[in-house]
């Protein structure tokens, strides 16, 4: 069992940055496959990036070049640098684990492979 608590969310204008953390705790988190989802009111949950156990990183579209998933290890936390943000990142953002592979190499950034959530952390960006 794992559980993940995400912090960092907040307000911010557009073309800023915020960077979120999610702590992972009950079990060996290096040996989860990560990832940052998001929604926003009336639409449907989006995957934005994903971080597999050795390293190798996916991103939407949307945010490549803008966001960097990291973890650090020794902290048991992953992160997201949110740069350049724009009004329609803003959403209800949340990290997610699991182990299996369907998660971890197959689809990373599809929310229903993904066993363990967090509650989230809101990030609103204004023009």
């Known amino acids: 069992q794992v559980q993940l608590v995400e912090s960092g969310g907040g307000s911010v204008q557009a073309g800023g940055s915020l960077r979120l953390s999610c702590a992972v705790s009950?079990?060996?988190?290096?040996?989860?496959?990560m990832g940052w989802f998001r929604q926003a009111p009336g639409k449907e949950r989006e995957g934005v990036a994903a971080i597999n156990m050795g390293g190798r990183t996916t991103y939407a579209e949307s945010v490549k070049g803008r966001f960097t998933i990291s973890k650090e290890n020794a902290k048991n936390t992953l992160y997201l640098q949110m740069n350049s943000l724009k009004v329609e990142d803003t959403a209800m953002y949340y990290c997610?684990?699991?182990?299996?592979?369907?998660?971890?190499?197959?689809?990373?950034?599809?929310?229903?492979?993904?066993?363990?959530w967090g509650q989230g952390t809101q990030v609103t960006v204004s023009s």
């Open positions: 997610a684990a699991d182990r299996r592979v369907r998660a971890c190499s197959v689809f990373p950034l599809r929310g229903v492979e993904y066993n363990y």
């Open positions: 009950g079990s060996t988190y290096d040996s989860y496959c």
